[in-house]
């Protein structure tokens, strides 16, 4: 039998075949990165299908050259790019260039982090970088903070909220298991719970301020009524940063109440984290060192690839939760310490490093200083929507989201709701710019989500022009009236964008 050809593994004779390969990618991907500031390609959903649908997977193409030109066909001349600074649609970040060194070293070497025998170095790179996020969280308050690297903020919470629960039936309580966080949490706190076996009632929602911060006077409501129904408060979810408005809940009031009660306090950073490396805006995190745990996406705030977020405990001993030992792996008596024993996950990608080789390139004044010039830059934005009269701002931005719609005067909500959720269509069809669609109270607002540091006040006020422009022109689109045969005056059955 012929053995199969092994010119394609990773191997000290294909020394040469890897870096002609490396090489190629990283030209590949720098011949597509200039798109002349367009985001986008508008490319329909239908033919991106088709064409991926069309490729026989048993049917190899024999070479990489091959294989990178079907890629930039089927990908990368239709992908969005992040790095243009009019992309503000969504928590995705330009990624720091050390960052991407550090991506082909983990994908070449191919370590696991879950046991030392196959990590080792990077057992204790991951142990440094955990041990000096929970030093900027929690200063010299917590000494036995620890953590773990996860895949993202939806991990990171599923995991905060497993050793919620367990913390909570390790105590003398009994009673239903209640989860309080604000009306303006992120999802992922209700998929927790169902997760989780507790179900969706498990989560109470807290009221708002008028700045969609949690109300404290909601939250001492919700702990004293579970208190008198008898139910157990396991957590209580505080939001630095939440995904629409980038709010952030008033921490120290929450925290007080959390603990007067006994509940162990969760602070969702995923967005605001990147504030515990600002130089200017750390205090609006003041607060946070109270939290049972802390989740920070590194790949949103920090400027990151994905995947890289962290979950950080105050008291390490609470991570015993999701510590199962096997013979084969982790077994009791290991010489080494072993970061499965801290994770949700066994096999898990070196993501750490990333924000090792960041951090030892640039340091992290750099990256706070990216993310207060987003936040600036959303003021300003915030600025021009409030000055304009035809755009309607919904609140001042807290970090770097900016949440508006185009309401045209006499324009009623329902036909606003559409006309917005068309201009949002239209600009992506168009490529020039992207923006993000939410509910406010029920109707359609559109949002910029800024991330990028090297985006101008220009860029975005060009944003906003196209914004207004497509409205006005979507608003000159309108189909005959089928009463009358011609344009029926402010009739908003509106051709769809781009069509």
Same mark, same amino acid.
């Given at each position: 039998?012929?053995?199969?050809?092994?010119?394609?593994?990773? =191997?000290?004779?294909?020394?040469?075949?890897?870096?002609?390969?490396?090489?190629?990618?990283?030209?590949?991907?720098? !011949? =597509?990165?200039?798109?002349?500031?367009?985001?986008?390609?508008?490319?329909?959903? +239908?033919?991106?299908?088709?064409?991926?649908?069309?490729?026989?997977?048993?049917?190899?193409?024999?070479?990489?050259?091959?294989?990178?030109?079907?890629?930039?066909?089927?990908?990368?001349?239709?992908?969005?790019?992040?790095?243009?600074?009019?992309?503000?649609?969504?928590?995705?970040?330009?990624?720091?260039?050390?960052?991407?060194l550090?991506?082909?070293?983990?994908? %070449?070497?191919?370590?696991?982090?879950? #046991?030392?025998?196959?990590?080792?170095?990077?057992?204790?790179?991951?142990? =440094?970088?955990?041990?000096?996020?929970?030093?900027? $969280?929690?200063?010299?308050?917590?000494?036995?903070?620890?953590?773990?690297?996860?895949?993202?903020?939806?991990?990171?919470?599923?995991?905060?909220?497993?050793?919620?629960?367990?913390?909570?039936?390790?105590?003398? %309580?009994?009673?239903?298991?209640? $989860?309080?966080?604000?009306?303006?949490?992120?999802?992922?706190?209700?998929?927790?719970?169902?997760l989780?076996?507790?179900g969706?009632?498990?989560?109470?929602?807290? !009221?708002?301020? !008028?700045?969609?911060?949690?109300?404290?006077?909601?939250?001492?409501?919700?702990?004293?009524?579970?208190?008198?129904?008898?139910?157990?408060?396991?957590? /209580? /979810?505080?939001?630095?940063?939440?995904?629409?408005?980038?709010a952030?809940?008033?921490?120290?009031? $929450?925290?007080?109440l959390?603990?007067?009660?006994?509940?162990?306090?969760?602070?969702?950073?995923?967005?605001?984290?990147?504030?515990?490396?600002?130089?200017?805006?750390?205090?609006?995190?003041?607060?946070?060192?109270?939290?049972?745990?802390?989740?920070?996406?590194?790949?949103? #705030?920090?400027?990151?690839?994905?995947?890289?977020?962290?979950? /950080?405990? +105050?008291?390490?001993?609470?991570?015993?939760?999701? #510590?199962?030992? !096997?013979?084969?792996?982790?077994p009791?008596?290991?010489?080494?310490?072993?970061?499965?024993?801290?994770?949700?996950?066994?096999?898990?990608?070196?993501?750490?490093?990333?924000?090792?080789?960041?951090?030892?390139?640039?340091g992290?004044?750099?990256?706070?200083?990216?993310?207060?010039?987003?936040?600036?830059?959303?003021?300003?934005?915030?600025?021009?929507?409030?000055?304009?009269?035809e755009?309607?701002?919904?609140?001042?931005?807290?970090?770097?989201?900016?949440?508006?719609?185009?309401?045209?005067?006499?324009?009623?909500?329902?036909?606003?709701?559409?006309?917005? #959720?068309?201009?949002?269509?239209r600009?992506?069809?168009?490529?020039?710019?992207?923006?993000?669609?939410?509910?406010?109270?029920?109707?359609?607002?559109?949002?910029?989500?800024?991330?990028?540091?090297?985006?101008?006040?220009?860029?975005?006020l060009?944003?906003?022009?196209?914004?207004?422009?497509?409205?006005?022109?979507?608003?000159?689109?309108?189909?005959?009236?089928?009463?009358?045969?011609?344009?029926?005056?402010?009739?908003?059955?509106?051709?769809?964008?781009?069509?």
């Amino acid at each position: 039998m012929t053995p199969p050809p092994l010119q394609h593994l990773f =191997h000290p004779r294909n020394a040469a075949a890897y870096l002609d390969s490396v090489r190629a990618g990283a030209e590949t991907v720098a !011949a =597509h990165l200039d798109r002349g500031g367009r985001p986008a390609t508008g490319c329909d959903a +239908r033919d991106a299908a088709a064409q991926v649908a069309a490729v026989d997977l048993d049917a190899p193409l024999g070479d990489s050259a091959a294989a990178l030109e079907e890629l930039s066909r089927l990908w990368l001349c239709d992908t969005v790019w992040f790095h243009e600074p009019t992309y503000a649609a969504h928590l995705n970040c330009p990624v720091a260039i050390p960052a991407l060194l550090a991506e082909v070293l983990i994908s %070449s070497v191919n370590a696991s982090l879950d #046991t030392f025998d196959q990590s080792v170095g990077a057992t204790f790179i991951e142990r =440094h970088l955990v041990d000096w996020t929970a030093g900027r $969280i929690y200063g010299a308050a917590a000494p036995d903070a620890d953590g773990i690297f996860t895949s993202g903020g939806t991990q990171s919470n599923l995991q905060a909220l497993l050793l919620a629960r367990d913390h909570a039936l390790a105590g003398t %309580s009994q009673g239903r298991l209640r $989860i309080l966080a604000s009306a303006e949490a992120h999802f992922s706190v209700g998929k927790a719970a169902r997760l989780l076996g507790l179900g969706d009632a498990a989560v109470v929602a807290v !009221a708002t301020d !008028a700045q969609r911060r949690m109300d404290p006077a909601a939250l001492a409501r919700a702990l004293d009524t579970a208190a008198a129904d008898g139910d157990v408060v396991m957590a /209580v /979810v505080a939001t630095a940063g939440t995904t629409d408005f980038g709010a952030l809940d008033p921490l120290p009031e $929450i925290a007080a109440l959390a603990g007067a009660h006994g509940a162990w306090l969760h602070v969702d950073a995923a967005y605001g984290g990147g504030l515990l490396a600002s130089r200017t805006r750390r205090h609006l995190l003041a607060g946070i060192e109270h939290a049972d745990s802390v989740t920070v996406d590194f790949h949103k #705030t920090w400027f990151q690839p994905v995947s890289a977020s962290a979950l /950080v405990v +105050r008291d390490a001993a609470t991570l015993r939760h999701v #510590t199962w030992h !096997a013979d084969y792996l982790n077994p009791k008596d290991a010489a080494h310490p072993n970061q499965v024993d801290k994770s949700m996950q066994t096999t898990r990608r070196f993501d750490a490093l990333k924000l090792w080789m960041t951090l030892r390139t640039m340091g992290a004044d750099t990256v706070g200083d990216w993310f207060d010039a987003a936040i600036d830059l959303a003021d300003q934005a915030a600025q021009a929507v409030a000055g304009s009269g035809e755009l309607e701002l919904a609140a001042e931005p807290q970090l770097s989201t900016v949440v508006f719609r185009y309401r045209p005067a006499g324009l009623a909500d329902a036909e606003t709701d559409q006309l917005n #959720t068309r201009i949002r269509a239209r600009l992506y069809s168009g490529g020039q710019a992207m923006v993000a669609a939410t509910k406010v109270a029920g109707r359609t607002y559109l949002k910029l989500t800024l991330l990028n540091p090297m985006a101008t006040p220009a860029d975005i006020l060009g944003v906003l022009a196209r914004v207004r422009e497509a409205g006005e022109a979507l608003l000159l689109e309108r189909i005959p009236s089928p009463r009358t045969g011609g344009l029926a005056g402010r009739d908003l059955h509106l051709v769809e964008a781009g069509r």
